[in-house]
């Protein structure tokens, strides 16, 4: 074979299975997401503070996770980079990444023993660069907080 194909056809074969695992991986977190927040359903969250409501315990609870996209999504965005427009292939890592993150928090909420959460925030960052000059993102943390209460009963 070609060396010139060896080289060509070796990054793409690499790029279509990261891809393919990368599919497979994230169809298996949404469906473990949308069984957790069938659990969770009942745990008020609210991004404001009623005021008629009565606390007997509160405390901050929150939760976070770290989410990279595949060598596949990443290319896919490097390539859309070049012209301009909407990161479609990046979507789908924000969404499940904001979704875990509530999810973890309202899971903190309920080990806590609280039966609500006030005043729900969500915080995105970059935590780690691709490339040597500080550019490019490897991965983002979502964090999502709140304050946890259990109402107190009349």
Known sequence: MEPFLFYLILPLGLLV???LVGLIIQRRHYASIDRREAAT???TAL???PEDWEASAS???RGSVVMSPDHLRRFLSWLKGLVGGRLR???PVLDRGRREAVLRMK???LAAGHDAILNIRLET???ASSRSDGKGTTGVELVAY?????RARP
């Open 17 to 19: 299975v990261g891809g």
């Open 89 to 91: 292939s990046l979507e």
């Open 146 to 150: 709140g304050t946890g209460i259990t």
């Open 47 to 49: 991004t404001f503070d």
């Open 59 to 61: 405390s901050l609870v």
């Open 41 to 43: 359903r009942s745990l």
């Open 125 to 127: 960052c970059r935590i």
């Open 107 to 109: 899971e903190a909420a």
